[in-house]
């Protein structure tokens, strides 16, 4: 059964922050204060696997009184897409697809290599530095093995975090987001919910409600996983290839003439 | 709220979800107002206004629900002819004793009767017994409300100049805002929408704090938002079971259930004790039964009615032993040993170097937490050691650290701020030493009963004699809390059967209880609090979570919310109501009513104890029961709030003469330093002090977690870019922020969060400070604490914390002296700040007495 996260616009407490690395066990990132709104942790990376953004824009938010300003708070996660770009980068079968639809690096298998980093077009994944390993969200499979839902959906306080059924979670923003539109803010919007919104990763299964372009939050317009061009990069490699080759033949066969 | 109480959030959000509109008023942007509908940045310290803003809205455009208020409020109360507001008096009211710096309350009273108060100081009484005075209840109500001495006419002059004018002349709130703000909590207010207020410590740590939580309290009853579902005051408590630990007390002037503690000068003996402070109406006539229960709770078989209870084994106040009160005395000497358990005052409270003076006049101390703190290592790690100001070796304080078990590791009750008690279980045995409160408690007292056991000195006998068996269990002897439970709820004293409820005890000592009002949380020998149904499986009220005080009910006054006749307002806001079938009150929740009187109950003249509770009476507590508007007795600094500055401010209050809070407590010392009253030029910012998600206050429990400590790891201050501007402060950078008391560094946060605020013509700046951080832990800096003086509301005596003033400069702060424990820290002509202070005519304050101005302790001494 596919089961993803729908994140929406939350009220930024880091408790998912916190019960991912508790239920984990993932070391800190360092005491280092950053001048960046609230935001200390700064990005996914190995040893953060959900990280809340925090954007102080000088626009108003639809609906809200009280001047020229809004604060967005977004909880940022491993998408496991449709289309995952580390797992089709991973040489060595370490990342593997799971029953439950999410991505999974399995860490007695995966040998360090990196390919993954540069394969994952929101720069989720990454390596640690102590072990070289990569590592991202688990999606809780050892807690979905045991029917728990992951830990920072459980945490949430306020629902910012489901956790379910993708099937179900994508009717839920769909109402969500009809609700949101009724109140006035038109600029809701949801994010990689399917395949036909962000054809390049053939949809996410933790999927966002966001008030604003992609960009402000730090997410990639139109993400594709790199493996997609393989094709068309062949093709072309084979045409360049052929092209060079004429083009050799050609200048033996004018030196000759 | 989002910042600091994120779980009770949730109900915001999904009230939010539901279509409710949410309005955040804070002088800065914070998570709250990221999902709040509508934002308001306000001066720090001027809420009355705001507040009384909205008062005189409601008044001027006929907004109140008329019949709520007429029928049960005081609104139609006839005030006696001696009273004078502060219209009349330029910013005080009548009854002002310049020689006592305090209030004398006669003329505030009903006409021709004394009032009680349920709750404050009930000791203003004039000094008659209380079951002398006849019936509370005012002598005459005007239900016109057009009587020139009725409190509706009063509280119409009292807010007659509290315009949208002055609110954004004050306040810096623009008229177009507050008149948004006004208009919405208006028009979802009545019979069919209520509207409810929450409020933490921003409205409390002020020295007039009470006063603005009593403001808020009038919107509420003329808009009738009192007793119904959806409506409320919630006071957002600062910790787990804080609210707990008023209930069963860790204040000083309090017993169990809200009993007040004797006091020496008044009660001498347990029959005074009760004339002074049981009512002659209303439920507090019952007061002599929770005193007596709780008096064998405590003696057992030596509490007899020969010996009136044991009424003197309980010790007497002889004057105020609030917390800077007794830290001043402690640095005079006074005090010679101190228990701090799960506190950190020097990080958590008030002018930290002040603190630490203190406690090196200490013969010991024992501190208890989970880690070692910057309180029970102030002789090591304190900014006055590191300065070599004080030496190590010099300090004689013997400090004892006992290591304490978190709530995983022990039984126990929370009390959450809706009076909800839930039981949390052990998950773990507690490790090394460590150790629950409960088990340090029992065992301190069974080895005090130990060492007194031979001992013939009759004043040894209130330890020989407390009734002190809780059973232990497993290998550390952990004292059973359900026991504890269990006592708390009460029993027939003679089979040890548990009380169902509060109505069954009696005065003859027949029943035993350790606290009235959690009576019925051991119903049936069950503990109630455990109970966990889940919310989808009862109704909406889930009056089957967890148990709440008094008697389960989920609100309080909820007879409220039926209209006199006993009828629900409104089909939609339908809580509880008068069954006429069955003669008696019912509803979705328990009714707070005598369950059988119809509400055409009248009392008779000569009525006695709960008969004197009229069928239209549902604030029952109060002896009239009436809710109080106008509040006739009880407080210390006047029956209507009214806005007096902070001790601290930039402008001289636009509405008054008298400045500041004539009643308040001020610490006139050498180590508590005070700005100009207003418009220091030394100290031209407003600060205000804040908690953040990620730490929890003096930060004792969450500094040494990596995983809190890495989201917020330093010291920070918030300010605008136009203050940035103007100072030269860049962003990440460091700023030093300074004060009389002190001065500290914090990183430079810099965002338009907070915005300049236009005051009376002038662009003011606001500057925000958390408090988490001190010299212990994984993250470390300086306490926004340290810069705060000794000066407190006089009611509660809680410490002025969110509106002081301060300068701010760039750069890291010097590293030589930094606190004025030892002489001034700001050079300053003698006795300019005093002179500033307070304008007439409350000018000549004579200092030496508790609850006004403190200079030195004295002994013995009274309040």
Redesign the interface.
Known sequence: MPTGFFTT?C?????C??AC??WNQL?????????M??D??VDLGASTWRHVEFV?R?VPLS?????N?????LSDVCKHCQRAGCLENCPTGAIIRTEFDSVYVQPDVCNGCGYCVVGCPFGVIDRLESDGRAWKCTLCYDRQKDQMEPACAKAC???SILFGEVAELRAKAGERLE?LHARGVKEAYLYGADAAGQPGTGGLNAFFLLVDRPEVYNLPPDPVAPAKYVKESWASLAMASAGLLLAAIGAVWSART | M?ECH??G??WV?EAK?RGATIIHVDPR?T???????????IRAGTDIVFLGGIIHYILENERYFREYVTAYTNAGAIITGDFKDTEDLDGLFSGWNSEKNQYEVESWAYEGKEPTPAAGAREQATGEPRSERGQSRAERMDPTLQHPRCVFQILRRHYSRYTPEMVEETCGVPRD?FL?VAKTLCDNSGRERTSAFCYAVGWTQHSVGVQYIRTAAIIQQLLGNMGRPGGGIMALRGHASIQGSTDIPTLYNLLPGYLPMPKASHDGSFEKYIENNRAHGGWWTEFPKYMVSLLKAYFGEYATKENDWAYDYLPHLTGDHSHMTTYAAMADGAVKGYFIMGENPVVGSMNGSFQREAMRQLDWLVVRDFAPTETSEFWKTAPEIERGEVRTEEIATEVFFFPAAAHTEKDGSFTNTQRLLQWHHKAIEPPGDCRSELHFMYHLGRRLQELYRNSTDPKDRPIQHLTWDYPVKGAIQEPDAEAVLREINGFETATGKPLPDYTQMKDDGSTTCGCWIYTGCYKDGRNQPARRKPGGEQDWVASEWGWAWPHNRRILYNRASADPQGKPWSERKKYVWWDEAKGEWTGFDEPDFIKKRPPSYRPAEDAKGIDTISGIDPFIMNADGKSWIFAPQGLQDGPLPTHYEPQESLFRNPLYGQQCNPARMEWMRRENPYHRAWNDPAFPYIVTTYR???HHTAGGMTRWL?????????M?CEISPELAEEKGLS??GWATITTARAEIEA???????L?PLRVRGRLIHQIGLPYHWGSKG??RGDSANELISFVADPNVSIQESKAFTANIEPGRRARGRRAPTSGPLVSRVEGEAGQWRDLPPARHKQPGKHGVVTIRTMRGEET
């Open positions: 616009v009220i930024g407490c880091k408790v922050e916190v690395k508790q070391p800190d990132d360092g005491f280092t204060f950053t001048g709104s609230y200390n942790s102080e000088p609906g809200q009184t009280g001047g300003f809004s604060w967005l708070m306080p306020t629902d609700q | 989002a994120p779980v959030f949730q959000m979800r942007f998570r709250t107002s990221a999902v709040a509908d509508i934002h308001v940045s805002l948004k953040l998600t990620e990596s995983w809190l400590s890495e989201l917020q790891p330093e920070f962003n990440g990183r430079v946060l810099v965002t338009s969060r915005k994984l993250v």
